[in-house]
């Protein structure tokens, strides 16, 4: 009788109709398929054409996700080969729908699903596995899901989608990452009276309980996989993003891409408009929209960059504003927040009352609600600026603050437009064509990880997403910064991401944060070298012949 395990993972990779006739006969699989052995081409091709013919986002990711399933190798495939067209489907926006609706589109379970139940007997469910080389986890605990709220155990999509883009943006090999949920619970009473919900019915967990947990998870997964294991945190709650963040970051080889992640593609943005006005970074004032987990982590990097010209940390503090739904952060709130509260400038009740009295040269909209940048708020911007900076970075698109369209109509296509959902291009009346940036954290955590990952990092430094920011800049053209792009195309990304992984791994040695010896002498060799192929590989076992062999005892 099969291992129970067997149901949910193969034990050899399927490759459909690309089985060989002696492949198809070894494993007792002749018969089973069509006589035709089809090429991948052909099997991408009847791939495309079959999404081609849908147009809902969500029947798109069902069939894709069915696709992995299947046959790992055509998904990823596919998925590089075109993956400005379906990003958005594997990840931001289809994937927040793909979440919320979770429970009503499963087919089979993808990744770890962890409760609170579970606490002392972490070790033994990771053991249940069955990949033993994981490199990558990339783990969350459903509570704030893009900008749709707590998701519970809906949230593994998350995760998925994430490991996905680590796969066809930097070539990391997909048996070597790890998508985790953690159910504690989940304070959407709309899932807790869902009969079709498939995490615990229960609050959340918010006790010592809930701490001891992610305790053991952390622990269990660098005894398991070794303590260079990359574990990346995705969609906690802001408080406690940042709490784990400070408490594990000296300890353990992660990182918390809403914070980090974010900050680094934002300031890449920030730098890339710096490159089109000619005004240095020090010269801007920025008022953010929201002030959680990830208004804090882009302002800290931008400190950092204004740091590294000579400005003081008090100085480049300054020229950092914050807008939440209380209003102009002029007072003690949050902890984390002191860095960016200054006396009040007088009476702001509204977020247009701010722009108009602190004059920023740069909105950015991390607010999680949709379109808070109402037109007199673009229009007083581009009145305050020659070249407005707006980044609406809020995900999916419904959450963004604002519509391309609305910036750069508003503003006489003078606007530099980021947003974190993907817009069309846009049309002007005087015929210009200008192309959104989409300030997509997936030009950062593909690359940043797989350098992480080959050079043994044990803890991530702030300074490597500042790295990162100012490669993902150098590779913006002057042709693509023209068209109104802040970011290189996505058709590029993979070229991105392995010379930001490159970068990185040169600057971790250069810094002495790398641990894996003997320190490459050709960097760029060693990262494009373990690029993972889509190809098939033969499952024959190696068979040769003993030329001219005898086997029979000598006569005479």
Known sequence: TPHPTMQFFPVFPSQGMAFTLQERQILGIHGLLPPKVETQDTQAMRFQNNLKKMTDPLEKYIYLMGIQERNERLFYRVLMEDIEE???????????????QYGHIFRRPKGLFISIRDRGHVRSILDNWPETNVSAVVVTDGERILGLGDLGVYGMGIPVGKLCLYTACAGIRPEKCLPVVIDVGTDNETLLRD???????????RSQAYDDLIDEFMEAVVDKYGQDTLIQFEDFGNHNAFRFMRKYSQKYCTFNDDIQGTASVALAGLLAAQRAIGKPITEHRVLFLGAGEAALGIANLIVMAMMETGMTQAEARKKIWMFDKDGLLVKKMDANQDAFIHDSPGDVHSFLDAVETIKPTAIIGVSGAGRLFTHNVIKAMGELNERPIIFALSNP????????????????????FASGSPFAPVTLSDGRVLTPGQGNNAYIFPGVALAVMLSGVRHISDTVFLEAAKTLVEQLTDQELAEGRLYPPLSNIREVSLQMAVKVVEYVYAKGMAFRYPEPLDKNAFVRATVWDTSYDSLLPDMFDWPGVSFSPRTG
């Not at 009969?195 to 967990?205: E, F, K, V």
């Not at 391309?404 to 006489?412: N, S």
Request: aromatic letters at 8%; hydrophobic letters at 35%; proline letters at 7%.
């Open 86 to 100: 379906l990003m958005p489907i594997v990840y931001t926006p289809t994937v927040g729908l793909a979440c919320t």
């Open 397 to 416: 698109t419904n959450k963004a603050e604002c519509t391309a369209e609305d910036a750069y109509k508003l503003t006489d296509g003078r606007c530099l």
């Open 195 to 205: 009969p079709l919900y498939m995490g615990l019915y229960q609050q959340r967990d």
